[in-house]
């Protein structure tokens, strides 16, 4: 036997060692035991405060070793690879709250490509009745329909008969697109075809850039397509009233008026990812008319106190517009080309269409309409090499239809009159 005192003669001694040996055993793990409790007690604790405040720092206030066994044994974590399967659900949501403050955009965002556009976004929000590309001149007379006419030689047809007033003429690529605002229908008619094409219904306002149609609707929606695949999208309806203003690379921009003449400035992005957001001061009634986004650069008439009007832009993010001319007495939007700026100007005489160069700011004088009232509904209309006059020009309802070439001078009228262009 092992503990036999004759096989083994340190019986005693060997006894005596195990019974310290278990002793010490015995008190290691009642300190185990206690470490363990107290552990225990640790992570209730944690969790009971993780879940009162979930934002509390666990790891901050415990060791490391402590902390990994909290989170692998109590908060069933671990930092080894899981054998199983999880599905996660995603919430994604495309609209962002109302009333929240357009962020600043740098200046590139509105860098524009000008062959890329569909006309000037002055000529459209004054009527788009005029427009151009890199060979003609398109025009429309309500009544008649579209003509084309070639610059160099001054000849001149018809290229699409109607007898519906148009507007928002934009040129793009081999397409013309036009409203019909007899139908509120939006038009895309292939240059040289004669026929239209129906894009969408309900439209009183449209703008082409690139391959994307901006248009508001009749009854207050702002949307936009691709001219590829022609499929409509909201994305922005209001019960006010909402105007097209202009575009930026990846945004469309427009004004809401309630009621009682209150306006404000809203951008939505193409995608309405961040939804509707405010990207100007709200104004109230009168005192800021016909805006007009071009290039980055909002042009408006602003009210003064004497209730006259200045005409001034104000780059996009700046705080404080810039007044171009004091005392401005026609109020239809301008249209902006590069460094040229062209407004009207009515007086008891005559209508002009003015030129301004914002780099030197020399004014001239376009085209002229002798004996215009204050009663007029006259516009005017860029196209590239011509400048228009078009409307209405007193209360009798007498009708222009007058052009000029840059080249020949404002004293050189054309006049447009039963179908035919004259001198």
């Keep these: 036997m092992k503990d036999n005192y004759y096989d083994n003669p340190n019986t005693d001694e060997d006894r005596l060692e195990r019974t310290e040996k278990k002793k ?39 060791p490391e070793n402590v902390s990994q066994y909290v989170d692998e044994k109590v908060m069933g974590n671990t930092t080894e690879p899981s054998t199983e399967t999880t599905t996660l659900t995603t919430t994604t949501t495309t609209r962002a709250p109302v009333k929240t403050e357009a962020e600043y955009l740098p200046i590139e965002e ?30 429309i007379v309500d009544g008649r329909g579209i003509y084309r006419f070639e610059p160099y030689s001054e000849s001149y047809a018809r290229i699409y008969q109607s007898e519906h007033k148009l507007s ?73 009233d909402v105007e097209l203003i202009g575009i930026s690379l990846h945004s469309v921009f427009f004004t809401v008026t309630d009621a009682n003449g209150n306006v404000e400035y809203i951008t939505v992005d193409n995608k309405n990812e961040t939804g509707e957001q405010y990207f100007r001061q709200s104004t ?67 209508f002009n269409m003015m030129e301004l160069n914002m780099n030197s700011d020399a004014v001239k004088t376009m085209l002229s309409v002798k004996k215009a009232t204050v009663d007029n509904t006259l516009i005017c209309q860029h196209g590239g090499e011509y400048d228009f006059i078009i409307g209405k020009k007193n209360a009798d309802g007498d009708k222009v239809y007058y052009a000029s070439s840059f080249y020949t001078g404002s004293e050189n009228i054309m006049k447009f009159k039963e179908g035919k262009w004259s001198y």
């Design 168 to 240: 928002s003429l934009n040129l793009k690529g081999d397409y013309l697109y036009f409203t019909d605002n007899d139908n509120d229908n939006l038009y895309r008619m292939q240059k040289g075809s004669g026929k239209a094409e129906k894009l969408a219904e309900d439209v009183r306002t449209a703008y082409v850039y690139d391959n994307r149609i901006y248009f508001v609707t009749t009854d207050n929606c702002v949307k936009t397509m691709k001219a590829d695949k022609l499929k409509e999208k909201t994305l922005y309806s209001s019960a006010d």
């Design 24 to 62: 010490k055993n015995q008190a290691a793990r009642l300190i185990l035991t206690v470490i363990g409790f107290v552990v225990v007690a640790i992570a209730v604790f944690l969790v009971t405060i993780k879940l009162v405040q979930p934002d509390f720092k666990i790891k901050q206030l415990i």
């Design 284 to 350: 109230k009634k009168d005192e800021l008319v016909a805006p007009v986004l071009e290039d980055g650069f909002l042009y408006f008439f602003e009210k003064q106190s004497d209730d006259s009007y200045n005409l001034c832009r104000q780059k996009y993010g700046a705080k404080k517009p810039v007044t171009l001319i004091k005392n401005v007495t026609c109020l239809n939007p301008v249209i902006v080309y590069k460094n040229r700026l062209f407004y009207g100007e009515l007086d008891d005489k005559r």
């Design 110 to 139: 509105f860098k524009l490509d000008n062959g890329a556009k569909g006309n000037y976004m002055g000529n459209i929000l004054s009527g788009g009745k005029v427009g151009t590309d890199a060979s003609y001149v398109y025009h």
